[in-house]
């Protein structure tokens, strides 16, 4: 069964460019998560999917970004227009749904994104 | 508001040896708390995961024990090898909520 996968692995644009991430979860997770590492700091949440719904999205920084989950499979994480903090690692998280016991998050490799 | 702190921030053994790393945090009221293991340039390799209910949790050489009313997990390594070397990071789920909550991390260095 494959991972969660996430693309592009690197991503190096300018300043007011835009950027779009992709993540596909695990087949089956109808639970989707981003997540980001900026400047060296700790993981933080960004939001929360379950299916196409947004069910958190409360660690959005800002209306700079926007994601989708159309059709409840991948989503997508658009950055517009990218500013130079939003460079760091972005990480996708998917899980199964909620009520069962475990629920364990399972994560890809991320995005690292630099903007110059 | 949840906080999660890692001690040490940084760790170098020598191979063989046992080791402890710490996590806590501030609100005892959690779902659960997990084990991750992040290798650089790479994404997270969940290693175990405690729910609240538990006391314990192992898979191999590690040992990940949970002391929710003291807001605290350890993650036991033993006879370590090279190849554990690594960022280990903890992460909990406060009730009614789905979002983790990490700290940021232990950096381990495991000596031939």
């Known amino acids: 069964e494959a991972g969660v996968t996430q693309f592009p692995s690197h991503s190096v644009i300018e300043k007011g460019q835009t950027v779009t991430l992709r993540c596909d979860p695990i087949s089956g997770h109808d639970n989707l998560y981003w997540y980001r590492r900026v400047m060296g700091k700790e993981i933080k949440f960004l939001l929360h999917f379950v299916k196409e719904s947004k069910q958190d999205e409360s660690g959005m920084p800002n209306n700079r970004f926007l994601a989708e989950r159309t059709g409840g499979t991948y989503s997508t994480l658009k950055v517009q227009p990218a500013e130079l903090e939003d460079s760091g690692v972005y990480f996708c998280?998917?899980?199964?749904?909620?009520?069962?016991?475990?629920?364990?998050?399972?994560f890809g490799p991320g995005t690292r994104l630099t903007v110059l | 508001k949840q906080e999660v702190t890692q001690i040490p921030a940084a760790l170098s053994v020598p191979e063989g040896e046992n080791l402890v790393l710490n996590c806590s945090f501030t609100d005892s009221a959690i779902y659960n708390l997990q084990w991750f293991r992040q290798d650089p340039g790479k994404g997270l390799t969940s290693l175990l995961l405690?729910?609240?209910?538990?006391r314990e949790q192992t898979s191999g050489r590690l040992n990940a024990s949970l002391d929710k009313s003291s807001g605290r997990s350890t993650l036991y390594i033993a006879a370590s090898q090279p190849g554990d070397s690594a960022t280990y990071l903890c992460a909990v789920r406060a009730r009614g909520f789905q979002k983790l909550v990490f700290g940021t991390g232990t950096r381990l260095l495991v000596s031939p």
């Open positions: 405690i729910q609240s209910s538990q």
């Open positions: 998280a998917s899980s199964q749904v909620q009520g069962l016991v475990w629920n364990e998050q399972f």
